[in-house]
């Protein structure tokens, strides 16, 4: 047994001496607070969405028509500014709004430049401008009065009031009503009195001009706005008589825009469905008494999640969870988004989508913001 013992006791000390000769060492596993910065445990991303292929011809339409320079100076800028202003010193300033909630989708207050990366196309970017929560902003009421809605208009307007009176004093509205033509009831104001005068003038119309409404709305009024800036549209989402722009010109002005869109999506599908033998009004086609069919309406709510999606809102439906509760939380989330902004590293060419990542130096929370920008002509 002696023997047998030695023996064994001589192969492994053999072993050991031939394991040290070689070199080889046995990597020892990581401990579990070895973690670096950059480790996917210690923060959280947006998510990118699906990409958009915008034709050549549609990228060149978009920018037709040019805006006012801005030729203020940094120093001017920087000394006029106030906290929560989007600092427009550059025309290749990027700005993105950015909200981030916990599991319970509470806000995440109070965090620094310092816990947010950007990256553009993969690169990081240099944060340029950071505007803090709890500032004022101005909000366009984009109101539907078209007779798909009639059935609805009083709930809408009742609805736009609800949203105004959860808005803070300092925050400004406009309101805007649209049916076959684009209509404002209302310049930017403060004075709530005059914003519900504005929404009891909403009234409904012939036709519906949405995707016209939605291009003017961004490129003619909020394009000339500083700050934090949204459109809660109220709209079943069909367009019928649009002639300037189109579902895929607007997204294109929507994804170069800094404005936040929130629809307040209305299905009108069944409520048309009950005109049972009524003639509806010639806009929605010579020879079509029953309105728009159901691919009208697909094609309308997929066109609401898209301008949601890529300008970094969300769609709210009245019958869930009601519309208090709704705009309680646009309005909250409005008023405790983060403003970063960037000057791109690398500038790119006009109509060139550019991917956009937002990094929090936080675990196990959501980040929600726009994934992507389109670079705009210069100087205009």
Do not use: H, W
Request: proline letters at 6%.
């Amino acid at each position: 047994m002696n023997r047998i013992f030695a023996f064994l006791l001589s192969v492994f000390l053999l072993t050991c001496v031939a394991s040290a000769q070689s070199g080889r060492r046995v990597k020892a596993a990581p401990s579990p607070e070895a973690k670096t910065e950059d480790s996917p445990d210690q923060y959280s991303e947006s998510k990118p969405l699906p990409k958009r292929i915008i034709p050549p011809t549609l990228i060149r339409e978009t920018r037709t028509e040019t805006t006012q320079k801005d030729t203020t100076t940094p120093a001017e800028a920087s000394s006029t500014a106030t906290e929560g202003d989007v600092i427009k010193v550059d025309t290749d300033l990027v700005t993105i709004p950015v909200s981030v909630y916990d599991r319970n989708g509470v806000y995440v207050p109070n965090l620094r430049q310092t816990d947010f990366k950007v990256f553009e196309d993969g690169r990081e970017q240099e944060i340029a401008y950071f505007g803090r929560t709890d500032v004022p902003f101005t909000v366009v009421l984009l109101i539907d009065t078209s007779p798909s809605t009639e059935y609805k208009i009083e709930e809408i307007r009742n609805a736009a009031r609800s949203f105004v009176d959860k808005l803070s004093q300092d925050d400004t509205v406009m309101v805007v009503a649209f049916a076959s033509n684009v209509r404002v009831l209302c310049e930017p104001t403060r004075d709530r009195q005059v914003m519900y005068k504005a929404i009891d003038k909403a009234d409904f119309g012939n036709g519906t001009s949405l995707y016209d409404a939605v291009d003017y709305s961004l490129r003619k009024r909020m394009n000339q706005i500083q700050g934090r800036k949204a459109i809660v549209l109220f709209t079943d989402g069909v367009d019928t008589t649009s002639r300037k722009s189109s579902y895929d010109k607007t997204l294109a002005v929507a994804e170069e825009s800094d404005s936040i869109i929130f629809p307040i999506y209305y299905n009108t599908y069944f409520d048309l469905r009950g005109m049972t033998g009524a003639t509806l009004p010639p806009i929605f086609g010579q020879q079509r008494t029953n309105g728009p069919g159901s691919e009208d309406y697909a094609l309308g709510k997929k066109y609401l999640d898209d301008l949601a999606a890529y300008t970094g809102g969300r769609v709210f439906r009245p019958e869930t969870g009601g519309l208090n509760a709704a705009f309680e939380g646009i309005a909250e989330e409005l008023r405790s988004q983060y403003s970063i902004g960037f000057i791109p590293k690398d500038e790119g060419k006009p109509g060139q989508r550019k991917a956009l990542k937002v990094r929090v130096n936080m675990p196990n929370v959501a980040v929600r913001a726009r994934d992507s920008y389109i670079v705009g002509t210069k100087g205009g």
